[in-house]
């Protein structure tokens, strides 16, 4: 099966600055990798995501860029803000056989004010 | 917004007993995702449904098992509950069009 390993664990960053998450997999028949903040209580949101065959996407302070050849995935986040504070979680999935998600172990990153 | 809902919050089990755990996914959506997320940790996937059928399972044993309903809401049951089944269990839903899976606040399972 497929296997996402994320980096790193943690992440502090002054407020303004970017922040970097790397994340890699092992199949390379995953056509879809969704990025996910979780919040403290709360259930993931989903924060952007992207295809195979599209190898970045932004919107707004966030991108995230994909290497299909490396199998490795990023989200960028710049002009980090407070709020940007949370854990982030990579997931990796196939989907057209069921679309079942793969995730990464998480970043926790806090945004120093 | 989601509008992924689950129910109980918050639930405490010892171990051996059963539990039932409700999603109801989010409107317009058929397909229904069920994860454990042990604490520190990612979501696993345990298993999915899609009208009212299996479609697809994790590596979890079968005392975990589950129900889709006509409304397309689910739930999760798990029998015999061990200490290590104490984790946070999310629902996600999303429709047979889209790749999109849209998550609930979860429950969160602790078994004594």
């Known amino acids: 099966g497929e296997n996402v390993e994320q980096h790193p664990s943690t992440l502090s960053v002054q407020e303004g600055d970017s922040a970097v998450i790397k994340c890699t997999y092992s199949d390379s028949a995953s056509n879809y990798f969704p990025w996910y903040k979780q919040e403290l209580g709360k259930g993931p949101q989903l924060i952007i995501d992207i295809r195979s065959n599209v190898g970045e996407k932004k919107d707004q302070r966030i991108a995230v860029t994909l290497n299909k050849t490396a199998k490795h995935f990023s989200l960028h986040i710049t002009e980090t803000q407070p709020e940007d504070s949370a854990v982030y979680f990579c997931a990796a999935s196939l989907t057209n056989t069921g679309n079942q998600f793969y995730f990464g172990t998480g970043t926790s990153l806090t945004v120093i004010p | 917004e989601t509008g992924v809902t689950q129910s109980p919050t918050h639930l405490i089990k010892t171990r051996g007993q059963q539990v039932t755990l409700r999603c109801s996914s989010q409107?317009?959506?058929?397909?229904v995702s069920w994860y454990q997320q042990a604490l520190g940790q990612g979501p696993q996937f345990i298993f999915q449904y899609y009208r009212e059928e299996e479609n697809g399972r994790g590596n979890f044993p079968p005392r975990f098992s589950g129900l889709q309903f006509p409304n397309y809401s689910s739930e999760l049951n798990v029998n015999a509950l061990e200490l290590d089944d104490s984790a946070l269990y999310l629902c996600?839903?999303?429709?047979?069009?889209?790749?999109?899976?849209?998550f609930g606040p979860g429950t969160r399972l602790t078994v004594l």
């Open positions: 409107s317009g959506h058929n397909t």
């Open positions: 996600a839903s999303s429709s047979s069009n889209t790749d999109t899976q849209y």
